[in-house]
Every structure is written in structure tokens, then in C-alpha cells.
């Protein structure tokens, strides 16, 4: 068979990439989807934490970018933990049966399988826990991707602040 952009291609695999169509995600909603970028750049003092230079320009770049592939973008900076998970609890409360996606970036002093809220730790279970399937309904079968970039405390950064930092997959 020979292809052309005007031919329809039948089968079940893509034809550059040899990726099952059958395993992709429906993305053809009215909406994107939901991007929440939370950015804690400032902490209490009780927590011994320093600012997190260079986060504001990595939140900037990330809206951008967002916003550039159609996704609603909401920013928060400088939230306690108790925001934090408000905030999350909020979010997976909401109606998104328009949207084909959520996303949510946590920019933050962080170790294994916590960050940071300005004033205190935050279990990253706790917060993806609010988005499984039997809390929040309208997100059932569709991506949902948590961008963990955090500063480890303590440790010295190998490149200039804002350029990179670990990351914690979950």
C-alpha cells in the first residue's frame, strides 16, 4: 500500500511510532485540562528551610508552556501544607468531564515521597490519593500527571539556582 497524507490508514499501530492506538488516551475533549502549578519559593522560619531561588522563572516557564498546549493554568505561590492539600482536595472535588487531562506541578523543597509545604512535610500519597477513580469520578480513565521538581535540603545544587534540581517520580 502506498501512503499519502490524503489515505487512510486502517490497522491497529501508528505508522511512525509502531505505538497501539488502542492504548491511547481519548483526548479529543472540549478542554485540555487543568494545569496547577503550586510554587514554594519562601518558608517559615521554623522549618530552617532557605528560599528556593530561581523557582519563580521555572513556575514562569511552565505556565507558559501549558498554556501554549491549550491547558487552563492556575498558579499558587507559597502554600502550607494545609493549603497544599485543600487545595488538592479542592481540585479533584471539581466537575472535569470536559477536560481530557489534569496536571499538577509541585515546585518545592522536597525528599522521597514528600515536599514541602511552606511550613511543614506533605506525603505525595496523600495528595494523588484524592484523584483515584472512586473520588474523583470525572477523571476516570484519563491522564493524570503529577511533576514533582523539588530541592533536596541540605544538599549542595550542582548547577546554578533555576536551572535544575532533583526530581521525585510518583
Known amino acids: 500500500m502506498e501512503y499519502n497524507e490524503n489515505s487512510t490508514i486502517h490497522g ?23 494545569c496547577s502549578i503550586i510554587n514554594n519559593k519562601n518558608f517559615h522560619k521554623s522549618t ?24 487552563e493554568v492556575r ?15 479542592n481540585v479533584s472535588k471539581e466537575d472535569h468531564s470536559k477536560r481530557s487531562s489534569f496536571i499538577c506541578v509541585i515546585l518545592s523543597h522536597g525528599d522521597e515521597g514528600i515536599i514541602f509545604g511552606t511550613n511543614g512535610p506533605v506525603d505525595l500519597k496523600k495528595l494523588t490519593s484524592f484523584f483515584r477513580g472512586d473520588y474523583c469520578r470525572s477523571l476516570i480513565g484519563k491522564p ?7 530541592t533536596i535540603p541540605g ?16
Open 75 to 89: 498558579n499558587k505561590n507559597d502554600l502550607t501544607r494545609e493549603e497544599i492539600v485543600e487545595l488538592m482536595h
Open 48 to 71: 530552617g528551610m532557605a528560599s528556593r531561588s530561581g523557582t519563580d522563572v521555572n513556575a514562569a516557564n511552565l505556565r507558559e508552556i501549558f498554556m501554549n498546549l491549550k491547558y
Open 144 to 150: 493524570k500527571l503529577f511533576i514533582i521538581q523539588v
Open 12 to 34: 491497529s499501530k501508528s505508522m511512525d511510532s509502531g505505538i497501539s492506538l488502542d492504548n491511547l488516551y481519548k483526548m479529543d475533549y472540549p478542554e485540555m485540562g487543568l
Open 155 to 170: 544538599e549542595i545544587p550542582r548547577m546554578d539556582p533555576g536551572s535544575s534540581s532533583h526530581c521525585v517520580l510518583c
